[in-house]
């Protein structure tokens, strides 16, 4: 069996709905697939390893990407900036990894503008009245911030209609056999599967 | 949630391939996917019933199926007719429950071309030299039949491309997780998603 390219996954949807926790188990748990690592302009935190948690780069040479295009996609919060390299997602995909790349949902659309084989999925809670309970849960924020998060949410799922797999968290578990299944899944698709039947 | 639709399958493969084994893991470990029952002009064999393993119909019922079009695909084999009745499948899928058809080869492209949403899969040995191996250790054909069979497997792979999804029956264990992960995975596709968020 020869080495195939890798499929790229773009996985998104509104802020509680848990996809960095379905993700991380996914990553954990399936081998040979990788999230992209986003380039960013805000300082590390204590611990963050360039190249592993992001690339760190100045606003100039990010300025300098865009110019190149030499980002999947970007988007600017609370100042700085953050983007997806292109150049190191090719090389996994090339060398037959299955890549994930999460991000927010403006950013999803913009990827799969660019890359049209990409896969588009959306995490979303199993309803707006369970997501406003988890946002509420964290008791981090006041009603007012829960209110513009649920309001950015129904905004952000209005565009479900064009993703290619809609995965709801509602039992974590599920959630996690759900993506894993996309995944395993996409490497059985006919372009996916490279067969010699007279080796 | 609401109901949707369930999921169309069509299951083909090379004889010798494996496909009756793993089908037969993956419906036993997942839930809400049924297997079509066939209709046939043979003769029940003991123990076999009617509904269950074949309907069992005479030359005469058979033909009026094929004339009023009430079959997905039909075919003779050794002067017996065996034929896919469309009522109970599109009975199963209005119910919301994924049906797995499992053809021969020839019949698989016909099922498509009157069922453009199905979902094609073709299981394969991961090389004909194992397929003659597996043909061969069964002890029960002479060398001329396995050649006969190792021709005929040649010439239906030749339609693999035809084919949304490739599973390789190397291990087994691999094989029946392929198998239900793109069950599973047709369950999350947007289409197949009955999703109220503000239920």
């Known amino acids: ?5 890798g499929n790229l996954y773009i996985v998104t949807g509104p802020s509680g709905a848990g996809k960095g926790t379905v993700l991380g188990r996914v990553l954990a748990e399936m081998d040979n697939v990788f999230l992209s690592v986003s380039a960013t302009t805000r300082q590390p ?4 390893k360039h190249g ?13 990407m865009i110019e190149q295009d030499r980002l999947l996609e970007h988007a600017e919060y609370v100042g ?4 997806t390299p292109a150049a190191p997602v090719d090389e996994m995909l ?6 994930v790349l999460e991000i927010e949902v403006q950013g999803a659309l913009i990827v799969k503008g660019k890359r049209p084989d990409a896969t588009l999925i959306f995490i979303v809670p199993p309803s707006f009245d369970v997501l406003a309970s988890r946002l509420r849960s964290r008791g981090t924020e006041s009603e007012e911030v829960v209110q513009r998060r649920l ?11 064009a993703y290619d797999y809609i995965v709801i968290n ?8 759900d993506l894993s299944s996309i995944i395993r899944a996409g490497r059985c698709r006919r372009g996916s599967v490279a067969l010699n039947l007279f080796d």
Chains 1, 2 share one sequence.
């Open 80 to 83: 700085n900036f953050y983007g």
């Open 170 to 177: 509602d039992q974590l578990d599920d959630a996690v056999h």
């Open 45 to 48: 935190r204590e611990g963050e």
């Open 94 to 99: 090339n060398a037959g990894k299955d890549v």
């Open 1 to 5: 069996m020869n080495k195939k390219k």
């Open 52 to 64: 592993v948690n992001y690339y760190f780069v100045t606003h100039d040479e990010f300025r300098q």
């Open 151 to 161: 309001m950015k949410a129904r905004s952000e799922c209005a565009q479900m209609d």
